[in-house]
């Protein structure tokens, strides 16, 4: 008796045993970890339509690793570079609270990582979920150096829509057949526009329609009925794309990492930089369909005028019995590449899923024009001069070309006090006002070169309207705010109207982005809190338009305290 009562308390304290472990290990998981990476920069043989040339890659990989972490997670990720180039890394969409000194911009936050040199990068993934990515901020590097970066909410949290069980990253991207740097440095010594690029990319492959490509192609096996996630990035270097799924409707939930309120589309527009959550349901007779996209042109300029496919293949698909192979997939129908209405409609239709808290009254009111420019030469016959009418092409906002400082990055020297690196008086508003999308007059077209900051008291509620102006072209740029989301209140076509257009502004649920474009020859309306001390790229992100001047960098002050404070720069920050 004694003996059967000793094992009872035995099998009792076992299984309290076992319970406190679960109850313990179900705690520890639920707490937010740190994921350690190695990013080595080097160059790798990479054949894409019928040739070969060295390729910068993260890893050996194009594109680069998927980074999947939750929110509240931290990232310690060592960039090691092997390649030939100065290299920064920037995780797009990121807020970076009060460390500037991950977001990487070249010479913005940081000096870039040198040939043989290293950094690690360390950032805290605070209050954000859905799909981002990270990429090279650095010259033209990112056209093959970028990955996704998907963040899961915490254990325990909900989706904001109900989660697939499959999620695919549909990374869109752009490939040239000569070195990417090759062309930039062509177009820099020229002045003028570089050359388009020769294909699109889904998952860093063209897809049937190029040559040399067909057997590659990216294939998605999919069962009848099934609902799959697709995580969209458009990593393309200059420019905005349709995409769309043959027969299948796509349900809009997220775009850069904001849920939405879903709306169904055959189509999206998306444009480099930002990201585009979609649900899609295996609901056709089971076959083989075209995933495409092609370009979104709204200038009238060159554009790589070609279309990228994978396919999605349901595994019950029938093969065609004569050759024993699949059948031709189904294409979907893409909008026009010119075709503003169908971009614009679909943006128009992204709205936040409930009221969101939008800054009401406004303490920084900006008005940026944004454009291109054409600086004039002396000599219009130099092969240095190669833009219309012998110029050399330029972009700004409010006239003012953003250059890069070559002594420092704009954030060690402010937080060093090194002085003659920077000013702060970029303008708020057009120093010229005219008709910005009208006939403008040849006298406004030429820039002015400098490295402005436009200072922000910690906590100011700041309202920007984008203008694009006509200036050469109109065009639809995408402009990206680092270490901020922010609201997009309204837009039009025409010149912004200060007395009756903010009355039409949405100011209950509106999308929340961190990328957005101006409606070509029209105006785009943001608002956010500078609520992140340090200085932040605000910039175009088609990058022959960044590479042209199409930036400013804001610099936000510290507020009351350490938590509204800058942290200390990490001891391996590269110095210029």
Known sequence: METHNLTVKQLYCCLLLSIFVIISFQASSSEPETHYHEFVIQAKPVRRLCRTHNTITVNGLFPGPTLEVRDGDTLVIKAINNARYNVTLHWHGVRQLRNPWADGPDRVTQCPIQPGRSYTYRFTIENQEGTLWWHAHSRWLRATVYGALIIHPKLGSPYSFPMPIREIPILLGEWWVRNPMDVLRLADFTGAAPNVSDAYTINGQPGDLYRCSKQETVRFPVDPGETILLRVINSAMNQELFFAVANHILTVVAVDAACT????????????????????????????????????????????????????????????????????????????????????????????????????????????????????????????????????????????????????????????????????????????????????????????????????????????????????????????????????????????????????????????????????????????????????????????????????????????????????????????
């Open 261 to 576: 309120m879903p709306f169904a589309t055959s189509f999206i527009m998306i444009a480099p930089g930002q990201t585009t959550n979609v649900l899609l349901t295996a609901d056709q007779t089971p076959g083989h369909y075209y995933m495409a996209a092609h370009a979104y042109n709204s200038a009238n300029a060159p554009f790589d005028n070609t279309t990228t496919t994978a396919i999605l293949e349901y595994k019950s698909a029938p093969c065609n019995s004569n050759k024993g192979k699949s059948s031709t997939p189904i294409f979907p129908q893409l909008p026009g590449f010119n075709d503003t209405n169908s971009a614009i409609a679909f943006t128009s239709s992204l709205r936040s899923p409930s009221k969101v808290n939008v800054p009401l009254q406004i303490d920084e009111n900006l008005f940026f024009t944004v454009g291109f420019g054409l600086i004039n030469c002396t000599n219009p016959n130099s092969p240095r001069c190669q833009g219309p009418n012998g110029t050399r092409f330029a972009a700004s906002i409010n006239n003012v070309s953003f250059v890069l400082p070559t002594r420092n990055s704009l954030m060690q020297a402010y937080y060093q006090g090194q002085p003659g690196v920077f000013t702060t008086d970029f303008p708020p508003v057009p120093p010229v006002k005219f008709d910005y999308t009208g006939n403008v007059s040849r006298g406004l077209w030429q820039p002015v070169k400098a490295t402005k900051l436009y200072k922000l008291k910690f906590g100011a509620k700041v309202q920007i309207v984008f203008q694009d102006t006509s200036t050469v072209t109109v065009e639809d740029h995408p402009m990206h705010l680092h270490g901020h989301n922010f609201a997009v209140v309204g837009s039009g076509f025409g010149n912004f109207n200060p007395q009756t257009d903010p009355a039409k502004f949405n100011l209950i649920n509106p999308p929340y982005r961190n990328t957005i474009g101006n409606p070509p020859g029209g105006w785009v309306a943001i608002r956010f809190v500078a609520d992140n001390p340090g200085i932040w790229l605000l910039h175009c992100h088609l990058d022959s338009h960044l590479n042209w001047g199409l930036a400013m960098a804001f610099l936000v002050e510290n507020g009351v305290g350490n938590l509204q404070s800058v942290q200390p720069p990490p001891l391996d920050l590269p110095q210029c």
